[in-house]
């Protein structure tokens, strides 16, 4: 992997900034780390955002093209124009003004849960930690570099898959757990190739 790669996707802006977020709740976590109560936290808001992952990206990320200007401004921003140009490094991340309100509600819906701030911290910092990890398995994707490990290969070649083949199908970037479970993971070579896959604005479906 050259270190030309890994400081570009450290240093992007989003990156950088979700990164200190992480930096910041991680260390807030490791005081109550001696409990199995925060290690809990931790995984949760991992599976948290595996799942969010799916459903945000396959749901909203792809829903039918909205006719209200803003909305559809906004998911231009956040998914359309990424498939329009799956290179373009300024569309490859979700922006922090997107991903941190986000997270923001999930940590306040947390602490009315739990009224526990060690709870509400540990679930954050697997949340950031798995975002950042999403970030990198998705910039690795779409970057002309090759994983080093099988797992990261295999997933990449899904993933343009998404891209290139057909967009209803392969919507997992880390794992394709839920695509096998709601049935959108098939053989690549049985999915005939979607006109829409590079201009999801002209469909009317939307997502399957």
């Known amino acids: 992997m050259k270190k030309t790669v890994v400081k570009e996707f450290m240093l992007f802006p989003d990156i950088l900034l979700t990164g200190m977020f992480f930096v910041i709740s991680l260390a807030l976590t490791i005081p109550h780390l001696a409990s199995i109560h925060a290690w809990v936290a931790v995984a949760l808001g991992m599976l948290a955002y595996a799942a969010s992952e799916y459903f945000i990206h396959r749901f909203f990320f792809h829903m039918s093209p909205p006719n209200h200007p ?86 990449k070649k899904i993933h343009l898959w998404h891209h290139f083949k057909n967009e209803h199908y392969w919507y997992g970037v880390t794992n394709p757990a839920f695509d096998l479970l709601m049935g959108t993971f098939q053989n690549e070579k049985e999915v005939e190739k979607s006109e829409t896959v590079r201009d999801l604005e002209r469909r009317k479906g939307g997502s399957r």
Request: with cysteine.
């Open 70 to 155: 803003t909305l559809l401004k906004l998911v231009k921003r956040l998914h359309y124009d990424h498939h329009v140009d799956p290179n373009d490094l300024h569309l490859l991340f979700l922006p922090c003004w997107y991903s941190l309100p986000l997270i923001s509600l999930s940590a306040g819906i947390v602490f009315l849960l739990t009224s526990s701030p060690a709870w509400t911290v540990s679930f954050v910092t697997g949340v950031v930690g798995f975002l950042l990890y999403y970030e990198w398995c998705h910039y690795i994707a779409h970057r002309p570099v090759q994983p080093l490990t099988p797992w990261g290969r295999w997933m």
